[in-house]
Nanobody
Framework: QVQLVESGGGLVQAGDSLRLSCTAS????????MGWFRQAPGKEREFVAG????????RYADSVQGRFTISSVDAENTLFLEMNSLKFEDTAVYYC????????????????????WGRGTQVTVSS
């Protein structure tokens, strides 16, 4: 079992950058595949970025490819989401998620594949 706590959200202007953090209660390297999801008002929760358990493979949603970067500092049990060139449509609550993968190089994109979730952090981008 792992507890996840997100931080780093806020109110920014379009074009600005923001870095989100997700601190886990235990080591995640080689144990959990990690993901960032977001949910805007009235919309379903959607995949943003993911990192395989072995820390090698990353995946991104088409809408954030080239603007967002997922990374981790294993010694600190912390996952990051670096967000650049933010757009109004990036406004959402951002969630960190984790689950035990079938294979260490897999990255899941479906929210239903993840077992553990943080409470989320609000990101608001003004146009």
């Amino acid at each position: 079992q792992v507890q996840l706590v997100e931080s780093g959200g806020g109110l920014v202007q379009a074009g600005d950058s923001l870095r989100l953090s997700c601190t886990a209660s235990r080591r995640t390297l080689n144990l959990y595949v990690m993901g960032w999801f977001r949910q805007a008002p009235g919309k379903e929760r959607e995949f943003v970025a993911g990192l395989s358990a072995n820390g090698v493979k990353t995946r991104y949603a088409d809408s954030v490819q080239g603007r967002f970067t997922i990374s981790s500092v294993d010694a600190e049990n912390t996952l990051f989401l670096e967000m650049n060139s933010l757009k109004f449509e990036d406004t959402a609550v951002y969630y960190c998620a984790a689950t035990t993968p079938n294979l260490p190089m897999l990255v899941y994109t479906a929210p239903t594949a993840y077992t553990y979730w943080g409470r989320g952090t609000q990101v608001t981008v003004s146009s």
